[in-house]
């Protein structure tokens, strides 16, 4: 389960509190509300921290991709600029 440090638990827990008042036009209680969070994040909560995980993946290959372009270096190159320069003398 997904655990998260005590100032944004009661940070979400009034969030849908507020929610609850606002949207759905009834009051969720503390304990029910802090209910609530702790079934998202522990059924809900491991999706969107994989697919967290796998989009870092993701930005990271390309990034490794884009190093791979700017740092590559031309192997056994020397005679190649005397192939297209004429030959050397």
């Given at each position: 389960m997904i655990e998260l440090?005590?100032?944004?638990?009661?940070?979400?827990?009034a969030s849908i509190e507020r929610y609850f008042l606002e949207n759905m036009e009834e009051k969720i209680g503390n304990v029910a509300a802090g209910g609530l969070l702790g079934f998202f994040l522990e059924e809900i909560g491991p999706a969107i921290y994989n697919q967290a995980?796998?989009?870092?993946?993701?930005?990271?290959?390309?990034?490794?991709?884009?190093?791979?372009l700017e740092v590559q270096e031309e192997e056994f190159g020397?005679?190649?600029?005397?192939?297209?320069g004429g030959r050397r003398r």
């Open positions: 440090p005590r100032e944004v638990r009661q940070q979400a827990v995980v796998r989009d870092v993946q993701e930005r990271l290959r390309m990034r490794v991709e884009e190093i791979d020397y005679w190649k600029k005397f192939e297209k």
